[in-house]
């Protein structure tokens, strides 16, 4: 997909969701099954894109959404992401390692072995 009108439709939809997610007519509930899962996709393109900054932002917004909503399925998933960003910005390594040794106890902690698994991995690359 190229940087286009067509590009901006795509993300027109999330976008709106994610800024009026406070007035959203859903239950508890269902902004819990929703609004994570958006928000990582949404935080996934803004990085594929080159535009850290934002991507960033919504990382963020999406571990606040998470725990809010107690919805911890994508808190490992969104940590690591930030650690790549930061790595993108020229952040120092062992500030880099902290974000990902949260990532690997944050996944370990709601026994989710895949992404524990591929946490472990990439910080023992960081000790190389």
């Known amino acids: ?15 709106a969701i994610v800024e009026s997610r406070e007035n959203i007519r859903a239950s ?10 958006l928000l990582s996709g949404l935080s996934t393109f803004y990085g ?3 535009k850290i900054k934002k991507f960033l932002e919504i990382c963020n917004v999406a571990l606040e959404v998470s725990r809010k909503y107690n919805n ?27 974000y990902l040794v949260e990532a690997y106890y944050c996944a370990r ?12 991995y990439t910080l023992a690359l960081q000790s190389l």
């Not at 997909?1 to 976008?15: D, Q, V």
């Not at 969104?78 to 902290?98: T, V």
């Not at 902690?109 to 472990?120: E, K, M, P, Y």
Request: hydrophobic residues 30%.
């Open 109 to 120: 902690a709601i026994a989710d072995r895949n992404q524990r698994r591929r946490l472990g």
């Open 72 to 98: 911890l399925k994508y808190v490992p998933g969104i940590i690591y992401n930030i650690a790549c960003g930061k790595r993108r910005l020229g952040e120092e390594e062992h500030i880099l390692k902290g």
């Open 1 to 15: 997909m190229h940087e286009t009108g067509e590009t901006h439709k795509t993300i027109a939809l999330p976008e």
């Open 28 to 37: 508890e509930d269902d902004k819990a099954t929703l609004l994570p899962p």
């Open 48 to 50: 594929r894109t080159g």
